[in-house]
C-alpha cells in the first residue's frame, strides 16, 4: 500500500521543521560554547537574603548542603543536567576553570536536578572528580535560583550579592572569567 500524498507531505514538512529546529540547535551551540561569557551583559546586582541563603541541596555522599554555609565566600553556581547538550559542552571548561583556581576561596557548585544515581553516572562516565556535585530538588529552590535554561550560571559574591546570572553555554576557562574571579575575592 503506497502512503498517500498528505502523508508524504505530512513527513517531508516534519523533517523540514526537524532540520531547521535541531541545525538552528545545533548552530547556537557552536556559536557560544568556544566564546567567553559575556560578563558585562550577564551583570546583576542583587542582594540574596536569608531566603535566597537557605537554598538547600545535597552532596552525592547524601549530605545535606545549604548555601549560607558558604556566606563570605565567592559561589560559582551551575545549574545543569545530564541531558543538556550545551551543559555537556561546557563542562571541560568548567572543569579547567576550577582547576586554574581551585586554590582561591572560591565555591564551586554543580547542581542538577536530578537523581544521585543519574549524575554519579554521569560523572563517572566524564571523568569529572574533582568537581562537587550536587542534586537539588526544584520545589526547594529560592525564586532567584529557579530557571528553565540550561545550563544556568550565576556567581556570588563575598557579601551574598548575586552578580552574575549567565544562561547559555560558554567557555569558562577564559581568562575573563579568571580575572574577573580573582577581583571578587579581593574586593
Same mark, same amino acid.
Given at each position: 500500500?503506497?502512503?498517500?500524498?498528505?502523508?508524504?507531505?505530512? /513527513?517531508i /514538512?516534519?523533517k523540514? &521543521?526537524?532540520?531547521?529546529?535541531?541545525?538552528?540547535a545545533?548552530?547556537?551551540?557552536?556559536k557560544y560554547?568556544?566564546?567567553?561569557?559575556n560578563l558585562?551583559?550577564?551583570?546583576c546586582?542583587?542582594?540574596?537574603?536569608?531566603?535566597?541563603l537557605?537554598?538547600?541541596?545535597?552532596? /552525592?555522599?547524601g549530605?545535606?548542603?545549604?548555601?549560607?554555609?558558604?556566606?563570605?565566600?565567592?559561589i560559582?553556581?551551575? =545549574?545543569?543536567?545530564?541531558?543538556?547538550?550545551p551543559?555537556?559542552?561546557?563542562?571541560?571548561?568548567?572543569?579547567?576553570?576550577?582547576?586554574?583556581?581551585?586554590?582561591?576561596p572560591?565555591?564551586?557548585?554543580?547542581?542538577?536536578?536530578?537523581?544521585?544515581?543519574?549524575?554519579?553516572? &554521569?560523572?563517572?562516565? =566524564?571523568?569529572?572528580?574533582?568537581?562537587?556535585?550536587?542534586?537539588?530538588?526544584?520545589?526547594?529552590?529560592?525564586?532567584?535560583?529557579?530557571n528553565?535554561?540550561?545550563?544556568?550560571?550565576?556567581?556570588?559574591?563575598?557579601?551574598s550579592?548575586?552578580?552574575?546570572? =549567565?544562561?547559555?553555554?560558554?567557555?569558562?576557562? =577564559?581568562?575573563?572569567?579568571?580575572s574577573y574571579l580573582k577581583?571578587?575575592?579581593h574586593?
Open positions: 500500500m503506497m502512503p498517500s500524498n498528505k502523508s508524504v507531505a505530512n /513527513l /514538512l516534519c523540514i &521543521f526537524f532540520f531547521l529546529f535541531f541545525e538552528t545545533c548552530v547556537s551551540i557552536l560554547e568556544n566564546r567567553a561569557p558585562k551583559k550577564s551583570q546586582s542583587v542582594k540574596l537574603s536569608e531566603s535566597d537557605s537554598y538547600s541541596f545535597k552532596s /552525592l555522599s549530605q545535606k548542603v545549604m548555601l549560607n554555609t558558604f556566606k563570605g565566600k565567592v560559582f553556581i551551575n =545549574h545543569w543536567a545530564t541531558w543538556c547538550s551543559c555537556i559542552k561546557e563542562m571541560p571548561s568548567l572543569s579547567q576553570l576550577y582547576k586554574t583556581v581551585k586554590e582561591q572560591i565555591v564551586f557548585l554543580f547542581i542538577s536536578n536530578e537523581s544521585k544515581d543519574h549524575v554519579e553516572n &554521569f560523572v563517572q562516565k =566524564h571523568s569529572l572528580s574533582g568537581l562537587q556535585f550536587y542534586t537539588s530538588v526544584k520545589a526547594e529552590k529560592p525564586r532567584i535560583f529557579d528553565n535554561t540550561w545550563p544556568t550560571t550565576y556567581i556570588i559574591d563575598k557579601n550579592n548575586l552578580v552574575i546570572k =549567565h544562561t547559555s553555554t560558554a567557555n569558562w576557562s =577564559h581568562q575573563s572569567v579568571t577581583k571578587l575575592i574586593e
